[in-house]
């Protein structure tokens, strides 16, 4: 639980880190709740931390409402950490790091897509826009990530209408960027790979798999191609550091077996994801 909790500080102090060290000292426009507040510090006497907290606020209280008090305790902590993040890390940074659009653009999307990635990988939400994101998809069958993703070019429009051209497109290139950032850091460390292996030899290689490299494997049923012959191919699925000591061994009881190696992202069950 401490490990989670502090999974999701992290990653809503990156957030907050992006936002005062990139988006905001350098104009750039801004997704999520984020963005919403600079639109609404634009037409009220509010500074964009008291707008992110007010924005979250209401997004957390529909969330309570109408997805359950379950879905809402995710959101609980990133509610009240990510405004009170970002308004501390304003008063450290006086000033950009970076004057350079693009510097910025890469540096917001890094922060941002790593901040993110922390708190998804943990289970828990950014909450802001994503439980009008989640209600709209439960109204209307649409894809969360289709309604995240029209709500955040809303939200650009909004802010484009004041901003100047390049802003809009460094906008744009942020948010796209920040997209590619989360995909990557939520299967950190959960790639594997999935090794099949057509060989004669089978229940030799799949009980070194089992005995050597401590793997489970499955031996699967399979009808050769040229030959027409029936007979199994083992499957297995271990992490990267295994692979090459697997493929040797494989390889050193029959060298000319059919070995087959896929990358896969995440993997769930008896041995990688459940105690053997």
Known sequence: MLKTVLKIALGDLLLAAAAAAFL???????????????????????????????INAA?????LLLLGRRFAMTTLLSTVLYPISLDIVQHFLTRPLVEDMLTACIGAALLS??????????????????????????????????????????????????SAPDRIVYGML??????VVVDKVIVI???????????PRYREIGACIRNEVDR??????????????????????????????LRERALSIDPEAFVIITDVK????RGSTMAR
């Open 59 to 63: 997004a957390f209280l529909l969330g």
């Open 113 to 162: 897509g790593l901040g993110v990635g922390l708190v998804i990988g943990s289970g828990a939400s950014t909450g802001g826009m994503d439980i009008p994101a989640i209600l709209f998809s439960r109204w209307t069958g649409v894809p969360v990530a289709t309604c995240l993703c029209a709500m955040d070019m809303l939200i650009l429009l909004g802010q484009a209408v004041s």
């Open 216 to 245: 489970g494997m499955t031996f699967v049923e399979i009808c050769t191609g040229y030959e027409g012959r029936r007979q199994q191919a083992v499957l297995s699925v271990v992490t990267h550091r295994e692979l090459p000591r």
């Open 189 to 199: 460390g959960a790639g594997q790979a999935q090794v099949l292996i057509v060989s």
């Open 174 to 179: 942020t948010a796209l960027m920040i997209g």
């Open 266 to 269: 995440t993997v769930h069950g």
């Open 24 to 54: 905001l000292p350098n104009g750039l426009m801004a997704t999520g709740s984020t963005g919403l507040a600079l639109i609404l510090a634009r037409l009220c006497p509010l500074d964009v931390p008291a707008a992110v907290a007010l």
